[in-house]
């Protein structure tokens, strides 16, 4: 029996021998390079007609990765979402029935350099989408999602045809982490608001979640040997609403809808400091002296928790935390924090940040944590995330640890936008659509070796916000920018042009009922 493999494979070949026999469309002039893709990709090439998507295009994927077959599912649900088409994948069609096809197709090429690499053929009767993985190939079909334009055209032939723009598509990530971090410590998230951030993110090729889990106010993951923790620590919240924590099968939940848009989930528990909803759990964990006893925190102050880091309990409570986290966590990445731990000795902070290192190490993750962690003696392998302290950056750099570009001036997405925002914290200045947009991960550390940035994350800390609607005030549009600034090429940015791109993405954002802040600063169409 013929494998399915080879059945596609030659459906694809005899397709492109018999389509040079179809009825010649005289399609109106394309220009691919002026869709509003949102990020730039490296390079596209106009070649000026159109590929005629309807209803019943056929969607064929390379059957030895069912991982690609899944890429393929999901472009056709997004098509049938948008035109109300009933596209199926790899369907074993009449030949004849068949007038176009797009071709999600696993190459080996050495054209495509990263995991996340892809191309995109373009012609009359075909759209081949190359990509060496299936993270490239899903890369590459938000891409396709952004060129089936809003409008069909109606007079072609006897039935609509959305005209996509033949040429080709030559795109990669400029860097290999870009990533969104929610804080839902602060103020509470439902599992469907993160899936719908997280649907939101992957339009836009975003392939990180960091998911700010833990602080003052509140503990948001169930840990089984703790139960406390979300028992006590689970129902305090800014405000003083009702708070609420995942259950761990909420949080693998979460990890699956990520992972469906080829997006890791990385979670954070922050420590030594901002640890009050814990030790309101376990008082042993707190640190006594200087740190404010526990109790019920619902204000917005920073700086004046800590937990105790001389006691061998402490670090046997980490350890079991650190392990279940490690075992339902897929990703390579655990996020301890180590933010303004301004009530921790320093000694006590050095020492504690190594030991919770080795113990994030020891369950085969990687460490994580805010740039202060630089002031540490870290592993090579640790990761420092820069928000304040670009020295610090440095420091972490140059032993060897990669980083992670947050700025607060450029990428906090609770800054406010300017004096009319409603939601939105200004201590480190309002960010506007074009401050978020105008500058460079690459230059902004001087001195600091472009391999050495693993990439860029904007963190939506969410003291003043507490759903979907007000997330999302502040999130869009510059969570839109900085997929730009992760994925696109510096001399492929341009404000101007960026402006125009962005002004496009309304029907979609319409479309997704996306709550974003329609700033002035961007002519947005109807
Ligand atoms: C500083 S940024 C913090 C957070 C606050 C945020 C508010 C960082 C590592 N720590 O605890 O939520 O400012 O903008």
């Not at 723009?165 to 795109?171: A, E, M, N, Q, R």
């Not at 761990?248 to 989930?265: G, N, P, S």
């Not at 990761?383 to 607060?408: C, T, V, Y």
Request: proline content about 5%.
């Amino acid at each position: 029996m013929l494998s399915r493999a080879v059945l596609i494979f030659a459906v694809v070949i005899s397709l492109a021998a018999c389509q040079s026999q179809k009825k010649e469309i005289n399609f109106p002039k394309t220009d691919l390079s002026s869709v509003p893709l949102i990020p730039k990709p490296v390079k596209t090439v106009p070649t000026n007609s159109a590929f005629g998507l309807d209803s019943t295009t056929a969607i064929l994927t390379s059957a030895n990765d069912p991982a690609f077959e899944k890429a393929g599912r999901f472009l056709a649900e997004k098509i049938n979402a948008k035109l109300g088409f009933k596209l199926s994948v790899n369907n074993t069609l009449e030949e004849k029935e068949i007038d176009r096809f797009i071709y999600i197709n696993q190459s080996d090429s050495i054209d495509l350099k990263t995991t996340e690499s892809y191309q995109l053929y373009i012609k009359k009767d075909s759209i081949y989408l190359n990509a060496k993985t299936a993270a490239g190939a899903f890369r590459g079909v938000q891409t396709l999602r952004q060129l089936i334009p809003e409008q069909s055209n109606d007079t072609l032939t006897d039935h609509p045809l959305w005209l996509i723009p033949t040429g080709k598509v030559y795109d990669e990530p400029q860097f290999e982490y870009r990533g969104a971090m929610l804080d839902v410590a602060r103020h509470f998230f439902t599992v469907d608001e993160v899936k719908k951030f997280i649907d939101l993110l992957a339009y836009y090729k975003y392939n990180a979640l960091h998911l700010h889990l833990t602080d003052d106010q509140g503990w948001r993951l169930e840990i089984k040997s703790w139960p406390k923790l979300t028992e006590i620590g689970g129902k305090t919240e800014v405000g003083g609403g009702e708070g609420g924590f995942y259950t761990q099968e909420d949080y693998k939940e979460i990890i699956q809808y990520a992972a469906d848009r080829h997006m890791i989930i990385i979670p954070e528990i922050d420590m030594p400091g901002h640890t009050n909803a814990a030790s309101l759990s376990y008082p042993f964990l707190h640190a006594g002296g200087k740190a404010d006893k526990p109790r019920v925190r619902t204000d917005m102050k920073v700086g004046y928790s800590s937990f105790h880091t001389r006691k061998d309990t402490v670090y046997a409570f980490l350890d079991d935390v650190i392990g279940e986290i490690a075992s339902i966590t897929p990703g390579p990445y655990i996020h301890i924090g180590g933010d303004e731990s301004h009530v921790t000795k320093k000694k006590d902070y050095l020492h504690f940040v190594e030991k919770v290192e080795k113990i994030v190490l020891k369950y085969g993750k990687k460490a994580i944590g805010w740039n202060e962690i630089a002031q540490a003696k870290l592993d090579p392998s640790t990761i420092a995330q820069l928000w304040n302290e670009p020295h610090s950056a440095m420091k972490a750099a140059e032993g060897g640890s990669r980083i992670i570009m947050s700025p607060a001036k450029k990428t906090y997405l609770d800054m406010k936008y300017d004096s009319l925002s409603q939601y939105g914290l200004t201590w480190a200045g309002m960010i506007p659509v074009d401050v978020g947009y105008n500058w460079s991960p690459e230059n902004y550390v001087e001195g600091l070796p472009k391999e050495q940035i693993l990439g860029v994350e904007a963190p939506l800390w969410s003291e003043t916000i507490s759903n979907s609607a007000e997330l999302e005030y502040l999130a869009f549009p510059r969570a839109i920018g900085y997929s730009e600034l992760g994925w696109s090429k510096p001399e492929n940015r341009d404000w101007e042009d960026f402006r125009q791109r962005l002004a496009q993405q309304v029907p979609f954002l319409n479309r997704m009922e996306v709550n974003y802040y329609p700033s002035k600063l961007i002519d947005w169409a109807e």
